[in-house]
């Protein structure tokens, strides 16, 4: 463990970031899936300042009930406060904690990374928004725009109607979809909106993601029994239905659907396509308006041939340089190296390290925040 922290000072040397830490995380038997989450969620700087800060505002945390925020929260104020800048954290409070309000991550069985994110993320949400409805109860009073207890900025309402509570983990991850459906006989377009925290893509052989977006984004078409209620026409009507992002999130998580029901099998299998993630990305075919240009920042990797066994570990870009964090072992790599994670051009291939979960900032929100 001191050897590959060791090692790790010596290959940044004076390019060793100010006040950065490069701590691996100890495995709990099979919590990997958590590891290279919470590697990714670590370096996604916006998130952890914002989590940092809600931490500082809490004024008494002896006094605050435990939750899964606020055991993130000290697991990553452990991190950025270690006197060392290299070495391995145990997060046996959160993992405890994630275990317990989740019987599916109870057992010591191969987990679902993107499950795992999806869970906590949404999780936190829930905790943001129960603290603020609660603070709100006590302190009538104050303006829609103040700011409450914890750090949490309450949404204004738009004047048209009262927007849902945005928390800063939306800030963040949430992006919103926009689900268009054009009746083919009177040409009445509906529009519905929904939210997103991650985009799940689904994935082609020798693909990009910029054509897995494309695809995403593709017209539809609605006929034979998936026929369209076109309330205007008051009857079922063919239809085209396309799916756009309406607004992008700064933090654009993107899952490639990896584990696919073959209903032929009665299970599932693990596609290794190769699929290409480039380490700029554009967002064109999707948007309205501009292009929407992101950086990528972090990359959870499966390694193994199978759905129901594997590892997981994570890429992530700190400062400029590349690390890569196994559990405890973090190294420093190659920019290339990231490359090896696109999957396989042919099926069965020696390689088995295949990009998962993808995460990309917005080049623009480094100015907004």
């Known amino acids: 463990m001191g050897a590959t922290g060791s090692k790790l000072e010596k290959a940044l040397g004076d390019q060793f970031p100010e006040g950065e830490r490069y701590f691996g995380l100890e495995n709990f038997g099979n919590t990997c899936y958590c590891n290279s989450v919470l590697q990714a969620l670590y370096f996604c700087v916006p998130f952890r300042e914002q989590l940092l800060e809600y931490y500082g505002n809490i004024k008494n945390p002896g006094d605050i009930e435990e939750n899964l925020l606020t055991c993130l929260a000290e697991l990553f104020m452990q991190i950025s406060t270690q006197k060392k800048k290299t070495g391995v954290i145990a997060p046996k409070r959160f993992v405890q904690r994630v275990k317990k309000e989740n019987e599916l991550f109870r057992g010591y069985m191969h987990q679902d990374a993107h499950e795992f994110l999806n869970f906590l993320l949404n999780e936190l949400v829930d905790i943001l928004e129960k603290e603020v409805s609660s603070a709100k109860g006590s302190k009538e009073h104050s303006s829609p725009s103040e700011k409450i207890p914890n750090g949490i900025h309450v949404a204004q309402a738009n004047g048209v109607r009262k927007e849902p509570l945005v928390t800063w983990v939306h800030k963040n991850f949430q992006g919103i979809l926009t689900n268009e459906t054009k009746c083919l006989r009177c040409e009445t377009v509906t529009a519905r909106d929904e939210t997103f925290l991650d985009l799940s893509l689904d994935i082609e052989q020798n693909s990009s993601i910029t054509s897995c977006l494309k695809n995403f984004s593709s017209t539809e078409t609605l006929n034979a029994e998936d026929k369209f209620f076109c309330d205007k026409c008051c009857s079922l009507q063919e239809a085209q239905k396309r799916m756009k992002i309406k607004k992008p999130p700064h933090i654009l998580v993107i899952h490639l659907k990896r584990f696919k029901y073959m209903e032929q099998l009665g299970r599932y299998k693990k596609l290794s396509y ?21 950086s990528l920042f972090g990359v959870v990797v499966h390694v193994g041939s199978g759905p129901n066994h594997g590892h997981y570990v994570s890429l992530v870009k700190s400062h400029n340089h590349w690390l890569f964090f196994d559990d405890e072992n973090v190294e420093m790599i190659d920019e290339s190296a990231v490359q090896t994670s696109f999957g396989s051009a042919q099926e069965y291939a020696s390689n088995t390290d295949h990009g998962y979960i993808l995460f990309y900032e917005s080049l623009a929100s480094n100015n907004d925040h």
């Not at 190769?274 to 929407?292: G, H, I, Q, S």
């Open 274 to 294: 190769r699929v290409v993630f480039p380490l700029e990305l554009k967002l064109t075919n999707t948007m309205e308006d501009a292009d929407c240009e992101y």
